[in-house]
């Protein structure tokens, strides 16, 4: 079972070009899932402070009103947030897992366990992102309209699933190579310790 799926594993961490290109896009990837998560968080809280002091300032003065579009867009802007933010974890292991089990298992038992179980979230993820791009041409199918704004298209808000679970199931990938080539003996030390380490080091 190993050696099947660490043979593209293998070629790809011998060949240096790929290497490159395996690094250049990582840290591109990493920073639009920091940046978007980031700045979709600061947006929707500014959004949603900023029309709930007009509705308080409506109470006095009636013909202020509050932002019709408000909720709308601050809701969008958590969802690209988490999204987004759910899909940096996959890259820094913050995402909760159990080792107690394969903590019993021999080494090299353990590291299959692993490699199975990041395979069956590349299985999961893809899906979910092939289901997304599906909800997505429907909606530009449709014609659905953003009901606040309605000179955007529906489809636009819901680009973070593709997106999002696009770099998700890229990441997964990801982790199955840097298992691939762990010594068993340190895979669950490793998945242990990942959060830890990453929580202390920056990028």
Not at 43 to 52: K, P
Not at 69 to 76: D, F, H
Not at 138 to 145: H, K, S
Not at 171 to 196: C, G
């Amino acid at each position: 079972m190993l050696g099947i799926v660490k043979k593209p594993f293998l070629w790809a961490h011998n060949n240096q070009k790929v290497q490159q290109i395996f690094k250049i896009l990582d840290v591109i990837i990493a920073s639009i899932n920091k940046n978007v998560a980031v700045v979709g968080l600061a947006v929707g809280v500014v959004i949603t402070a900023i029309n709930v002091f007009m509705r308080y300032a409506a109470g006095f003065f009636p013909e202020i009103g509050s932002l019709t579009w408000a909720e709308e867009v601050a809701r969008y802007c958590f969802l690209w947030s988490a999204f987004f933010g759910a899909a940096y974890g996959f890259r820094k292991g913050v995402h909760i897992s159990v080792t107690m089990l394969i903590e019993k298992f021999p080494h090299s038992i353990a590291k299959t366990c692993v490699i199975c179980s990041h395979i069956l979230c590349v299985v999961f993820l893809g899906f979910m992102c092939y289901a997304s791009v599906m909800v997505c041409y429907l909606n530009y199918e449709i014609g659905y309209m953003s009901e606040a704004l309605h000179s955007v298209p529906l489809w636009v808000f819901l680009l973070c699933l593709p997106i999002s679970f696009l770099g998700a199931t890229y990441r997964s990938v990801e982790k199955i190579y840097e298992v691939s080539f762990l010594p068993s003996d340190r895979v669950v030390k490793s998945a242990e310790a990942e959060i830890i380490r990453d929580s202390v080091i920056k990028d």
